[in-house]
């Protein structure tokens, strides 16, 4: 579907931890991938050096966290957690003057992963859109991906890569349904 080499070059931080197809995807045509986990929104992660995109797999935070006696623990980390490695990344690798800024792609959970999954959808949306106007002068362009049911992670990860190639450059706060 994409040509090789399509993003040589090209620094991708991934946090969630993100599924292997998205990783697998990016670095199969040529992106740099790096992991990041930082610790808190004022953590500037040392691998976000000349970082060009983050990826945000808040799926896989969100299915990780079991509810346990707080049934709202997996939204908090879906939610919670975009917005700590967002804010992290962001800081230490776009928001500086003569810096060229950076994409944010966040991955929401399917509506059926649990209670609450639509919750979170809606709050990555939010977020997406809001640092789209509130983070435009910096040169950051957000979006968010929202997976139904029968949308397979190979789908998820093609348009990952997607929105991390160039021609991302033209969506910013935006929902992306994959249906």
Do not use: C, Q
């Not at 292997?20 to 995807?25: C, G, L, P, V």
């Not at 990016?26 to 740099?32: F, H, K, W, Y």
């Not at 967002?86 to 966040?106: D, E, H, Q, S």
Request: aromatic letters at 6%.
């Amino acid at each position: 579907m994409f040509r090789p080499g399509l993003l040589n070059g090209v620094a991708v931080a991934l946090a969630g931890p993100a599924r292997d197809e998205i990783r697998t995807t990016l670095a199969g045509l040529g992106a740099d991938t790096r992991p990041v986990a930082p610790a808190s929104d004022e953590d500037a992660p040392p691998e976000a050096g000349g970082i060009a995109a983050l990826v945000v797999d808040a799926a896989t935070a969100f299915a990780a966290t079991g509810a346990g006696d707080d049934e709202l623990a997996p939204l908090r980390a879906a939610a919670d957690g975009a917005w700590i490695a967002t804010r992290a990344v962001a800081n230490a690798a776009w928001i500086t003057p003569g810096r060229p800024g950076g994409k944010v792609v966040f991955v929401a959970p399917r509506p059926a992963d649990g209670p609450h999954a639509e919750a979170a959808r809606a709050a990555l949306e939010n977020l997406a859109r809001t640092l789209s106007i509130e983070w435009a002068r910096y040169g950051i362009r957000t979006t968010t991906i929202t997976p139904a049911a029968a949308t397979t992670d190979d789908d998820v990860a093609n348009l990952v890569a997607y929105l991390v190639s160039e021609a991302g450059d033209y969506f910013s706060g935006a929902r992306l349904d994959l249906g």
